[in-house]
């Protein structure tokens, strides 16, 4: 079975820093991997997502994530933090195959919380 | 377009009482999931389909049933309600298995 552990709960930051929200997974298979984020009172929005070919994907709004094999990690990244991107992150893992293809198994999630 | 729509917004319901939520996905998609979020668990899978027709069990189906009579409608049912089922419940939908999944609003739903 998949897994996936977000290593910090919360992570307060200052307007303009730089921000790292760790993602970890354990599979068997190979993997497709997803940065889901939610704004307050809100649903789940696709930040971004690995499925296949660089292991350096980015989202429109600034963030960045690394697909690494060898220490299993999808760590979410963003150089410079506004206040707009307060909000929860969920990182989520699928199987890219067998019989768990498609489910997404998610972390329990991380508040960014940027300060002014 | 509306995307995924979710009924009720939230509901205060009483210990035993059968609950349906409803969600309806205008976007044709093929695949439909139910996931429930509580505080420093994340998002859990209950039930899912992958098409019209067909349902499937996900990590915590207990105590829920689904149906999947159509493409774009995916009700969620609490057969006897119990305090542990008050979560926020959120309704999914992707064009196939694998694709992105896109959420609805959520349900607020407290048991009593």
């Known amino acids: 079975a998949q897994s996936v552990t977000q290593l910090d709960s919360q992570v307060p930051v200052f307007e303009e820093a730089p921000v790292e929200l760790r993602c970890n997974y354990s599979?068997?298979?190979?993997?497709?991997l997803f940065w889901y984020v939610q704004y307050p009172n809100q649903g789940l929005q696709l930040l971004l997502k690995?499925?296949?070919?660089?292991?350096l994907v980015k989202s429109i709004n600034g963030f960045e994530a690394e697909f690494n094999k060898s220490q299993t990690s999808f760590h979410l990244r963003k150089p410079s933090v506004h206040i707009s991107d307060t909000a929860e992150y969920f990182c989520?893992?699928?199987?890219?195959?067998?019989?768990?293809?498609?489910?997404?198994?998610f972390g329990q999630g991380t508040i960014l919380t940027v300060h002014p | 377009i509306a995307g995924i729509t979710q009924a009720p917004t939230s509901q205060i319901l009483a210990a035993g009482r059968r609950m349906t939520l409803r969600c309806t996905q205008d976007?044709?998609?093929?695949?439909m999931y139910w996931y429930r979020q509580d505080l420093g668990l994340g998002l859990r899978l209950i039930h899912y389909?992958?098409?019209?027709?067909?349902?499937g069990k996900g990590e915590v189906p207990d105590g829920y049933s689904v149906s999947r009579a159509n493409t774009d409608d995916f009700p969620l049912t609490l057969a006897s309600a119990v305090p542990s089922q008050t979560s926020v419940y959120f309704c999914?939908?992707?064009?196939?298995?694998?694709?992105?999944?896109?959420f609805g609003p959520g349900t607020r739903l407290t048991v009593l």
């Open positions: 599979s068997s298979v190979s993997v497709y």
């Open positions: 389909s992958n098409t019209a027709g067909t349902t």
């Open positions: 999914a939908s992707s064009e196939s298995k694998a694709d992105t999944q896109y």
């Open positions: 690995y499925l296949s070919g660089s292991t």
């Open positions: 989520a893992v699928s199987n890219a195959g067998g019989t768990s293809y498609g489910k997404l198994t």
């Open positions: 976007m044709r998609h093929n695949a």
